[in-house]
């Protein structure tokens, strides 16, 4: 009994096998249409994943704001390279928090250096004097590892480093 058993299953095993070889090797002519048939279906699908993306970006862009699609706080690194990323934009209102990575010192000032007057007008021997009381300068007064500035007014401000003004960046407020 046992080994009729055994006879049993290999034979079942060799017709499993034998099928799945025949299973696998009668697609051979077949697989071209298939791969056409898939192809084109693939073709059609990013077609619809195409038209179907930009609604989604859509939908981010609707959800990540509220008005002009800038954020209201964004980071800026300084490293050994400079400021990154050198263009950031921010919305009217909005606060950019410059953070030195560098190891060396870091002065943020709007340009022109190294008068510093073109952010509103005051020079930086005016706006960074101690008892100043006028507007919050964009101008970190000294050099820090951090310096956030809010930015109430739509424009573009370029700023540089003040202790290596070789380095700069650009703030643009919608
Ligand atoms: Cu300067």
Redesign the pocket.
């Known amino acids: 009994m046992q080994t009729s058993t055994w006879v049993g299953a290999i034979v079942i095993v060799i017709i499993i096998v034998g099928g799945a070889w025949w299973f696998m090797s009668q697609p051979t002519s077949p697989t071209p249409e298939t791969a056409t048939q898939s192809n084109t279906s693939a073709t059609t699908g990013g077609t619809s994943d195409n038209s179907g993306s930009p609604s989604g970006n859509v939908s981010t862009n609707v959800s990540g704001s509220v008005t002009t699609g800038a954020p209201m706080s964004a980071t800026v690194t300084y490293s050994a390279s400079g400021f990154s990323p050198a263009t950031i934009t921010i919305a009217k209102g909005g606060t950019v928090t410059f953070v030195d990575q560098a190891g060396t010192p870091m002065w943020v ?1 709007s340009d022109e ?2 008068s ?1 007057t073109e952010f509103d007008g005051t020079s ?1 021997t005016t706006h960074c004097a101690t008892g100043y009381t006028g507007t919050k300068p964009f101008d970190q007064c000294g050099a820090g590892q951090s310096y956030s500035f809010m930015f109430s007014k739509v424009g573009t401000f370029d700023y ?1 480093n ?1 202790s290596a ?1 070789q380095y700069t960046g650009k703030v643009v407020v919608q």
């Open positions: 000032a250096h190294p510093h930086r540089h003040h003004a």
